[in-house]
């Protein structure tokens, strides 16, 4: 692990190559992305008690506000744990300082994206890249050809085939997807800068 | 009956009720047309944007969800089915409402204008806001003596920034318990379904979902009502244990309970038998 650098100035983030505004700490840079203060976390932990998938995760929600607020920015992007959130809200549900710890999950992501850190759960990132070829060529999410897709692609067909098949015989996976008609539309709007598209 | 006044919306039936649960979907439309409730589906409706777009890409979501919104016409409030669907959307319209720049550009790129008053509101909102009485009229087969765990899973949990809409709490339990059936409220009915990571990552989801179903078993259930189809596949898939408990899609009790006569061929289709739970209710009756 290196050394935290916390709160200093004249580190060039990707933050101020972007925007040419310097000196906002990791914190500040990402309150301002995810529209969510998160310096009124007084770590109470109701979060990291409260989330369901907490045991799976490397730091606990409120430990990556922390990482946040002490601008430990390669741990915190390169953590499981944002990848490992669902986004289900029953933190920020009972955090009382309603901080939105979804939203901070959300940016961290982003950034991780963005500035091309190691990802902390490849096979999560690859399915959501999966679920966003269906969507890009079909507008709507055929779910046998991302499950085809994405098994495919973390060679992990065996693990979960006798659930695959069982979801096939009772006709859970539809053969042909379901489509939007002026899907134009929909591939129009897949142009993210960081993405190659399908 | 057929004199009851016809309410129009639009609706949203989102991709999970559009495949994976199309029986139900169907059979759901039908019921609320004995309702009243005239559910049009959205013209060309695509994808609220998933929580794979909101983890890739925050424009590419709101667009999505967005061009929905510029499908719907004006004057009907819009319908969704799906409680994660009905969070996208009504992000999507406060940001839109916000950023007045990011609507018109995309007005201009669709050449269609986007409503923002638009009323989104979910199903289990229009059927106690307009339908409590209507469906105790129609119900065509009582629900007496169904034990259910009225699952909410992450329905209920918002993010802060839509803490003023509407709580969703207790509203299966007034709609279902309109049609006889008993709510179990001892089991875990907000714990989270596992969502993707269903997907992802079984082993992490499998424990967790084993949980709620010892949670339903102990608490002596028939069954999990879900209003939300992915948490009834997941529910299903990854319960590993020797407990079996069928879980239902909120909509399939429904058409149930208005006399849906088709309800064997959807059946079929449960990872987890659900005849047991229909031949109490048909003892009972
Ligand atoms: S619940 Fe809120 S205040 Fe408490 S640790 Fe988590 S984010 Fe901080
Ligand atoms: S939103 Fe994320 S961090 Fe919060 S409880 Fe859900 S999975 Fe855990």
């Known amino acids: 692990m290196s050394i935290a650098q916390p709160l200093r100035h004249d580190v060039v983030t990707p933050y101020l190559e972007k925007t040419g505004k310097p000196g906002l700490s990791l914190a500040a840079e990402v309150k301002e992305q995810s529209g969510t203060d998160l310096f009124r976390c007084y770590q109470c932990r109701s979060c990291g008690n409260g989330c369901p998938f907490v045991q799976a995760m490397d730091y606990t929600p409120n430990q990556v506000l922390r990482l946040v607020q002490f601008g430990m920015r390669r741990e915190v992007l390169s953590c499981k744990t944002i990848w490992i959130c669902v986004g289900c809200h029953t933190c920020s549900s009972q955090c009382p300082m309603s901080i939105d710890i979804a939203s901070v999950m959300d940016t961290l992501r982003l950034m991780a994206v963005e500035e091309g850190v190691a990802i902390g759960k490849p096979n999560i990132i690859d399915f959501h890249e999966e679920v966003l070829r269906s969507l890009e060529k079909y507008g709507r999410a055929h779910k046998l050809g991302i499950m085809l897709g994405y098994k495919r692609q973390t060679g992990r067909w065996l693990k979960d085939l006798d659930v695959g098949l069982k979801m096939l015989a009772k006709r859970k996976l539809d053969l042909i997807p379901s489509r939007v008609r002026d899907v134009k539309e929909i591939t129009e709007l897949f142009q993210c800068y960081w993405r190659e598209s399908a | ?285």
Not at chain 2, 194 to 209: K, N
Request: glycine fraction near 4%; proline fraction near 5%.
């Open chain 2, 1 to 285: 009956m057929n004199d009851v006044r016809q309410l129009d919306f639009s609706y949203f039936p989102g991709c999970s009720l559009a495949t994976t649960a199309a029986e139900s979907n169907r059979s759901m439309m039908q019921a609320a047309r004995i309702l009243g409730l005239n559910l049009i589906e959205l013209e060309d409706w695509n994808c609220c944007g998933s929580s794979s777009a909101q983890t890739m890409c925050k424009n590419l979501s709101l667009a999505m969800a967005a061009r929905n919104l510029s499908l719907a016409p004006a004057g009907r409030p819009l319908v969704a089915m799906c409680p994660r669907c009905l969070h996208y959307l009504r992000s999507a319209q406060e940001c839109l409402k916000a950023e007045v720049e990011t609507r018109e550009a995309l007005e201009e790129k669709w050449r269609r204008p986007i409503t923002t008053d638009l009323e989104i509101i979910h199903f289990m909102e229009v059927l106690a806001r307009y339908g409590l009485d209507r469906l105790q009229a129609n119900a065509r087969r009582s629900l007496k003596g169904m034990r259910y765990v009225p699952y909410y899973g992450c329905t209920l949990f918002r993010p802060p920034r839509l803490a003023k809409e509407k709580y969703f709490q207790g509203e299966m339990e007034n709609i279902l318990g309109a049609l006889g059936a008993e709510a179990v409220p001892d089991a875990l009915s907000y714990r989270c379904c596992g969502s993707f990571l269903s997907a992802t990552d079984p082993e992490i989801v499998t424990p967790l979902v084993q949980e709620i179903i010892a949670s339903a078993a102990a608490a002596k259930a028939d069954c999990l009502v879900t209003a939300c189809a992915m948490c009834q596949l997941n529910l299903e898939m990854r319960n590993t244990s020797k407990a079996k408990i069928p879980i239902f899609h909120f909509s399939e009790i429904l058409a149930l309970a208005l006399g849906a006569e088709d309800y064997e061929e959807w059946f079929i289709r449960h990872l987890v038998d659900p005849r047991p739970v229909i031949r109490k209710l048909s003892r009972a009756a």
